[in-house]
């Protein structure tokens, strides 16, 4: 079967992802509105009887300082096509050959496969274990075969991985390791049986306590990103500015009410915990987090991760994703607690096929590399 691949509107492109259970939240038309740095553009490929069968976002980022535009192009956790497939390079040579006529000079794409799992025991005797270094040189629970081979015909038509480039274990663009609490088939009971002692009780401590978790909206942004700032110079992480949490507030909700919630843990009238969800389709995320130093005691960040798995449930979703975690199991690792605090959920570690490049043209693609190699 030979594939027609063509520009599509947003329109065919959101009703396209509304046919899929999972669709990751970047590779929905309004993540593009997300990113204004970036040209975006919705592609879409066609059977031979004219039925779009995929879908894939592309953000452009032009090349600096060079007078004939060429950009990077990017994928963000796609496209949406058949990964199973035998025949994978007919979906990937004709998005290559448009790409290249745009102007693209490289292609960097993040297959949605997933590759490994491993269960919440796996990861605590990991943790346990002072020999375990790495949560990749770890015996998993589950592997997936399709996905070595399709990693092995990506290498073998030009594709290059995209590894890790530091020491904890996050690429430079989405994280290859995460964790994920399954819903599928299960009852919200059968959910918070799986959380391990600790999360119960501090769930319960929180609520003894008089933590009130509550949905908020667009005025409620500057106390997130308040404590969210506060996060960030805690954890070591560079934090966004208030408005890119507006700007995807605005864009991803106009596209679905559901695509972006806001939520606040309240104490005695003092914000000590919030954190954003997104969703699409029947998979939800934990997207961003933040915490105040005060007041740990009576646990706001179980009572908000709770109450967002919680709507997670009521909403239809099959997975709850609290995306990237660490790889170093080491104990001086400062990501180890949080890694920690998800595996206590009971959910599984899941490793992906990770981010893959097509260098359309060698030498400016080798010229990238160098500049973000020296950042």
Known sequence: MSFRLKTITREEHLAFVRTRPSVSHMQVPAWGDVKPDWQAESLGWFDEEGRLVGAGLVLLRPLPKVKLKRYLAYLPEGPVIDWTAPDVERWLQPMLAQ?????????KMGPPVVTRRWSADAVKAAIADPQARKLRDVDATAHEPQAFDLADRLRR?????TEPDDEDG???????????????????DEVHRSLNQQWRRNIKKAEKAGVTVVQGGYDDLPAFHEIYVETAQ???????????????WTTLRAEDD???RLYLAHHEGEVLAAATMLTVGEHAWYSYGASTSRKREVQPNNAIQWRMMSDAHELGAGTYDFRGITDTLEEDNHLLGLLRFKVGTGGQAVEYLGEWDYPLNKVLHKALDLYMSRR
């Open 157 to 161: 038509t030009g594709w290059q991985q």
């Open 170 to 188: 996050f690429a430079a663009g989405q994280p290859r390791y995460v964790f994920q609490v399954p819903f599928a088939g299960r009852t919200l």
């Open 99 to 107: 790409l290249k006529e745009r102007g693209a000079f490289s292609v």
């Open 234 to 248: 805690r954890d070591r992480f560079i934090p966004r500015p208030l408005a890119y949490f507006q700007r995807m």
């Open 258 to 260: 559901d695509r972006m």
